[in-house]
């Protein structure tokens, strides 16, 4: 249910979708990155860290403008609401499809850091050709600039314009930055990416090692301990 995870030593060796949202999400993804990417090293990346980090702590006053209860994850009759106030044009059956994609632990709630992978898919997903792009997708400008950094990173690592990262792949943008230790950091990265163990890293696997890489993470809440941002 909660998309590529929990599925380490499956003998699949690619990646399919589970939901419908998923496979839209790679179908996206591969539109996307005929148009490439401005991102030229996996050093120019990690130098974006902290900005990606400021601008992702500035989203959680909108995360608990939707976390109605204040329980820490919006539900998905919460979420629903959400969508209708970010006025995005989901069915609810798409909207259902986001929820199990996006909370991975199934717990019936999407935390913090799942709560920015979905807004990500969503910006992602409303690329669409047929749409005019003049105004903002999801209403907030800033954070959507932060989106499309993270989709340029990802176009950036899938050399061949499939939809996913592979190891090879993730190895070939480490060398290219020219560290020593490059094939060690490269298998360490992708790793950390790779949850379900089977070679391939789709776009949400690779949006949640990002949350953690720049610090971010599920116990978010619980380690603020309701302090102010």
Same mark, same amino acid.
């Given at each position: 249910m909660g998309g590529a995870v929990g599925k380490a030593g499956s003998p699949k060796k690619a990646w399919i979708p589970e939901t419908k949202i998923e496979a839209k999400v790679v179908e996206a993804m591969r539109r996307r990155e005929i148009h490439g990417s401005s991102i030229k090293s996996f050093n120019s990346i990690i130098l974006k860290f902290p900005k990606i980090d400021e601008s992702f702590r500035k989203c959680k006053a909108t995360f608990e403008q939707f976390d109605e209860d204040s329980n820490g994850s919006i539900d998905k009759e919460e979420l629903r609401k959400c969508f209708h106030? %970010?006025?995005?044009?989901?069915? *609810?059956?798409? !909207?259902?499809?986001?929820?199990?994609?996006? *909370?991975?632990?199934?717990?019936? #709630?999407?935390?913090?850091?799942?709560?920015?992978? %979905?807004?990500?898919?969503?910006? %992602?997903? =409303?690329?669409?050709?047929?749409?005019?792009?003049? =105004?903002?997708? !999801?209403?907030?400008? *800033?954070?959507?600039?932060?989106? &499309?950094?993270?989709? #340029?990173?990802?176009?950036?690592?899938?050399?061949?314009? *499939?939809?996913?990262?592979?190891?090879?792949?993730?190895?070939?943008?480490?060398?290219?930055?020219?560290e020593r230790s490059s094939g060690r950091i490269a298998m360490k990265r992708f790793e950390e990416m790779d949850w379900d163990k089977n070679g391939m890293v789709n776009f949400k696997e690779f949006l949640f090692a990002?949350?953690?890489?720049? #610090?971010?993470?599920?116990? &978010?809440?619980e380690e603020e301990g309701g302090e102010e941002d």
């Open positions: 106030k %970010l006025e995005t044009a989901f069915t *609810d059956e798409e !909207i259902n499809d986001l929820f199990e994609t996006c *909370d991975v632990n199934e717990d019936m #709630g999407v935390k913090f850091n799942e709560f920015i992978v %979905l807004l990500c898919l969503v910006y %992602l997903l =409303k690329d669409d050709p047929a749409t005019p792009q003049a =105004k903002s997708r !999801i209403g907030m400008p *800033d954070l959507e600039a932060t989106f &499309e950094t993270l989709v #340029g990173a990802f176009v950036f690592l899938d050399k061949n314009k *499939d939809g996913y990262v592979s190891k090879s792949e993730m190895v070939q943008a480490i060398n290219e930055s020219g990002f949350t953690n890489w720049v #610090g971010i993470d599920d116990n &978010e809440d």
